[in-house]
């Protein structure tokens, strides 16, 4: 296996552990704060998890691609949560993931 292989899979790693930081915090404040808000606390833990990654590993790398997933994880996630899934949505959504894939393949590259 490669090393920029090992490397995107602890990527992955890491993020999935961000991932779920940020959706315990979301499930400990559900009902206790509006939806917007609890996501933006949920995206800042996240954030904070994916940087204190970099920090430790002495890479600002880490964080770079953070941009292009978090903001579709958090878009379909809203669209699940309002059960909202009209054809508007639907494009803004296929506009953001080609986004989200054109910054991601360029980190890969």
């Not at 090992?6 to 999935?16: D, P, R, S």
């Not at 315990?24 to 559900?30: D, G, Q, R, S």
């Amino acid at each position: 296996m490669s090393k920029k292989v090992k490397g995107l899979i602890l990527l992955f790693v890491f993020y999935l552990i961000a991932f779920i930081g940020g959706l315990c915090v979301f499930k400990l404040l559900e009902n206790k704060v509006p939806i917007l808000i609890n996501i933006l606390i949920c995206d800042v833990v996240a954030t904070i998890v994916i940087w204190l990654i970099g920090v430790i590993l002495h890479t600002a790398s880490i964080y770079d691609p953070y941009w292009s997933v978090q903001t579709v994880l958090i878009y379909v996630f809203l669209m699940v949560y309002y059960k909202n899934y009209n054809l508007g949505n639907i494009l803004f959504l296929a506009f953001i993931l080609f986004w989200s894939i054109r910054l991601t393949y360029n980190f890969w590259i």
